[in-house]
């Protein structure tokens, strides 16, 4: 029993990673919209035109070598660099120089290790292609590296913080205006277990991921089926299969959502090889029609679907949890404390003015004497006229105003005390007073002129 459960496992594992990396083979749309393929068993390289019928360009050289280094199932993304074609293979790390006239495909890499980054995000920024996340061996990540002509190697691009969150071709793009890569990664539970699908960020000019807030509910239907995205620069328009008529476009960088309602329903048909070109997003397919094959091409202008589109929210929302607004929070909080602490200072300040008469009398007695002198217990009793009272009320009576005094001055003293006192050097029952020592003459005259 274990043993079959066991098989049944393996299966279920290897079906998986079969429906997750079925690919489209080694063809790639050109600027002028035609299909170029290449036949894996005999390396002819073919040309569809939307309106003209299929042609032969011939046999890619040396092919029998190069077939062997590729895998079974491939797909490839095409970068058209001055007379040559960039063609990459996502999931091997494998680069290559196409020359359509000289049928010369030429391997730049030399890439051992494989299997990492399938489904990755593949871009050309700065004359340099950058590969950004995928999966691979069970794991997903969001690892930035780029190709490396001078070594042959991709390379971890600079030092790259921990990023938890995954990235792959699904939502995200790079947008050469901002200099940005954005990404979101939807876990297949995401709907069910209603988790969080956050936007992240990466500022080339800063070197660093940011969390911008959590997708809005439009597009966490997304998780509920499968979808297709197209990036176009600026706006990543989603597209249900579950619904042709309604598509979302999504504008990360100013985060609006427009919905938008289409009546072309073949348009965005499965079947359908959706990508985009010069402001136009491009629809191509082959339609069968009897016994008669039928390509199937139209475009719709990009700016035009939008004013078309209606506002229905935002890309994300803010996630009052992350870090960047903890910060925030956390500076607001300090901002706060400070304009409290300063106003209950203020507040203290104006309350410690306000003397008695008997305690501005007694601060009187002390300024205007030298500061060196000191005054008896005998002295300050008479000036308080508690002569009469028993020792012990002469004490208390004393100590409470003394204690008054200093608090009430603290603040226009720098936390100093203005009084101390110490025990008669003849009588060690008594207690001298005395202006403290480290006051400064100036802040006693600045002193003075606010009290008198």
């Known amino acids: 029993m274990k043993k079959r459960y066991a098989i049944f496992l393996t299966i279920l594992c290897l079906s998986t990673l079969a429906m997750g990396q079925v690919h489209k083979g080694f063809q790639w749309i050109g600027p002028d919209h035609s299909l170029f393929t290449i036949n894996i068993k005999t390396g002819m390289l073919s040309q569809e035109e939307p309106k003209k019928p299929k042609i032969e360009l011939g046999l890619i050289q040396n092919w029998d070598t190069i077939k062997t280094e590729l895998p079974e199932d491939l797909g490839v993304n095409a970068f058209y660099q001055a007379d040559s074609i960039i063609i990459s293979i996502p999931g091997t790390g494998q680069v290559y120089s196409l020359r359509i006239p000289t049928l010369k495909l030429k391997r730049l890499d030399q890439t051992f290790f494989r299997g990492y980054n ?19 061996f069970w794991q997903k990540h969001s690892i930035i590296t780029y190709y490396n ?56 000019k800063k070197d660093e991921w940011e969390d911008k807030g959590i997708l809005s509910d439009s597009q966490m239907q997304l998780s509920e089926s499968y979808y297709r995205s197209i990036w176009t620069g600026e706006y990543l328009i989603l597209i249900y299969d579950s619904s042709d008529s309604k598509i979302l476009i999504a504008d990360p960088f100013k985060n609006v959502l427009f919905e938008h309602q289409t009546t072309k329903d073949l348009f965005f048909m499965q079947n359908c090889e959706l990508y985009y070109r010069d402001g136009k997003i491009f629809s191509r397919s082959i339609l069968s029609q009897g016994k008669i094959g039928k390509i199937y091409f139209d475009s719709l202008n990009v700016d035009s679907l939008i004013k078309q589109s209606n506002i229905v929210g935002q890309v994300y929302g803010y996630d009052y949890f992350s870090n960047t607004n903890k910060l925030s929070a956390i500076g607001a909080f300090l901002v706060f404390s400070a304009g409290f602490l300063y106003y209950r200072k203020r507040r203290v300040k104006t309350e410690d003015y306000t003397l008695t008469e008997l305690e501005l009398l007694v601060v009187k007695k002390f300024i205007n004497q030298p500061i060196s002198e000191k005054i008896s217990s005998i002295e300050l009793n008479n000036l308080l006229q508690i002569s009469t009272k028993s020792y012990d ?9 003394i204690g008054a005094i200093n608090h009430k001055l603290h603040v226009d003293l720098d936390s100093k005390n203005l009084i101390f006192r110490s025990s008669n050097n003849e009588d060690k029952r008594m207690m001298d007073y005395y202006i403290n020592p480290d006051i400064k003459p100036k802040d006693l005259e600045k002193l003075t002129k606010s009290l008198f």
């Open 118 to 136: 399938f489904n990755a995000s593949q871009f050309f920024r700065n004359d340099t292609l950058f590969s950004i996340g995928g999966e691979g």
């Open 149 to 204: 002509p001078k070594t042959l190697e991709w390379a971890f691009y600079k030092f790259q913080k921990d990023n938890k969150h995954p990235s792959t071709n699904k939502f995200s793009g790079y947008s050469q205006k901002n200099d940005s890569f954005f990404s979101a990664f939807f876990e297949i539970d995401a709907s069910v277990t209603k988790k969080n699908v956050l936007l992240r960020f990466y500022s080339f």
């Open 393 to 401: 009320n002469q004490r208390q009576i004393r100590f409470r105003i």
